[in-house]
């Protein structure tokens, strides 16, 4: 049953990073090359490079979970290891939201200029959404280190 749960958590996570490697090779080099608006293009090319970078640490934070998942199949799931890949996820997810940080005032400025504020809103989603990631994994990392303390305690005192 493990076994099953992990692989379905894997695909998830191959599922996940697939349209955003497509997105990352083809729709951000077409939206670079090919703005829609031609004026917006001096604001727009700090957003594509803010996005293209952020992609660095989402892949590595996929690849971390499927470590962790790799882990939990072959039962070290409550190892140092794990704590590393969980503090590696977290720190991954803090820089991405710090990159789409900065990229939101280059946001505002294409709201202001289409007037759209419902863009900000949008543009606030990765913050927000990675920062909940960031402070899941660190609940997660807290745990599994206070785990493997009990653990170890344990081993000492039999």
Known sequence: MKQVSTLFLKIAIFLIGTPVLALSIFGMFYLAKNPAIPDYAQILYPIVIGMYVSVVPFFAALYQALKLLSYIDKNEAFSELSVKALKK???????????????????????????????????????????VIAVFAAVLHRLLQEAIDIKSENELIV
């Not at 900065?102 to 990675?130: C, T």
């Open 89 to 131: 996820i977290k720190i991954c997810a803090m820089i991405i939201s710090g990159l789409y940080v900065v990229i939101l005032p280059f946001v505002y400025l294409v709201a202001e200029l289409d007037d759209a504020p419902g863009l900000i809103i949008i543009g606030m989603v990765p913050v927000f959404a990675s920062m």
